[in-house]
């Protein structure tokens, strides 16, 4: 493989305390130096990246890429191109695909036909048999098969003691059992969050309550157990204080925060579009928005604003996009019958960029939260930029103006809120193991 060199990157290495301008030389698949200058040699290409920002390759610890059963809103192929346009070199997948990832054997699928995409593909098991909610997977042979955790994420079983036994197991591991932390008791009605919108759009919305009492709970577990809890997607405060006590009193809990609960609103399931801290919107209204039906569901602006202290103390230990495609028919006007999800892997870094421009958050912290935050937490490899390492790498222009349309976005499916806003910020090149797999000039 030949060498080449990016030129002029603001290098951001979280795992390595750098963070300047630099030039990289990336020789036969790793990161052959770092340096303030690297000196031309001829033949030798280079990329002049003017200040843009390199980190190392993105991870994304949630994505659902509906393989095996569900492939027309996305398969393994299609998910990663759509990784690899947001900047993603490593993801972690859901396993409530059909059939479920339930077995050693499915496991070993994902992880034989992910090697073949280009991006590194690692599977989460169920937690359950069939994701029934009752008997316990077979985790420790998935481990074995390839599992870096366990989830039934989409619901949340209500019998303590498959938890419990399930938190036992994995504990023993040292992987997570990774809750999508909702009461069933408290659900009903599509994923809005209950409150003013929820009584203007006339549904029943789900309140704070299921997703903060189900925390509680498997904290609970967790600690009873000496498991490892994973909480999935938090989208209200008081959830997050929660685990930040939890934390405090040393239970092993971990969690993860999403780009639109930082940044999007119950305003936008209703049509109107403007960005939780912003003055003015982004866009006319369009009326209700089935593409903003996601669960846990968008919040008040109140709760948007508040996740800010929990990603600046650690309570959240990274940042995942929950990267969930829908077809045009899983979306339809009619609120009442939308799917919960919207696509995640190409709007994060614009989401990001936009509550950095808001002064919510700062670069080295989002690319931190993205790269060896999550490898270190998740023990998966990557995250770093050191010479040696594996030349993963993603090349971020903050100030790249873009608009996801359905000739844009690579993902096959288009299901996201912000469809047709002009947006600010995208990862220009995405580079696996030393191979330029996504450039954008
Ligand atoms: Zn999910």
Partial sequence: MSAYVLRNGRVIDPASDLDSIADILIADGKIAEVAGHIARRAGRREYDLDGALVAPGLIDAHVHFRDPGLTHKEDLKSGARSALAGG?????????????????????????????????IHPIGAITEGRRLEQ???????VAAGAIGFSD??????????????????GRLNVPIMVHCEDPALMGGPSISRGAVSTELGVPGIPAEAEERFIERDIGLAEASG???????????????MIRAAKARGARVTAEVMPHHLLLTEEWVAGRRRYAGAADVVAE??????????????RPESDALGLDAFVADGTFDFIATDHAPHAP???????????????????????????????????????????????????LPGGTLAPGAAADVTVIDPD??????????????????????????????????????????
């Fill in 400 to 441: 790249h103006r873009w608009t996801p349309s359905q000739a844009t976005i690579a993902s096959r499916s288009k299901n996201t809120p912000l469809l047709g806003i002009g947006l600010q910020g995208r990862a220009i090149m995405t580079i696996v193991g030393g191979n330029v797999r996504h450039y954008v000039r």
């Fill in 153 to 170: 994420d989409g619901e949340s079983t209500r019998k303590e003691d498959a938890m419990l036994a399930a938190f036992r197991i994995a």
């Fill in 136 to 142: 316990v997977a077979p985790l420790a042979e998935m």
């Fill in 227 to 241: 498991g490892w809890l994973h909480v999935l997607h938090v989208s209200t405060a008081r959830g997050a204080a």
């Fill in 329 to 379: 028919q899983d979306k339809p006007a009619d609120l009442s019958r939308a799917a919960s999800g919207m696509l995640g892997l190409e709007v994060a870094i614009p989401t990001l960029a936009e509550l950095v421009r808001m002064n919510r958050l700062d670069w080295p912290t989002v690319i931190r939260m993205l790269t060896i935050d999550v490898a270190r937490t998740l023990n």
């Fill in 285 to 298: 209204s369009t009326g209700a928005d089935p593409n903003a039906v996601v669960n846990p569901p968008l």
């Fill in 88 to 120: 993603f070199v490593r993801v972690c997948c859901m396993p409530n695909t059909e059939p479920p990832l339930d077995t050693p054997e499915r496991i070993r699928d994902i992880v034989e036909r992910g090697a073949e995409t280009g991006v590194h």
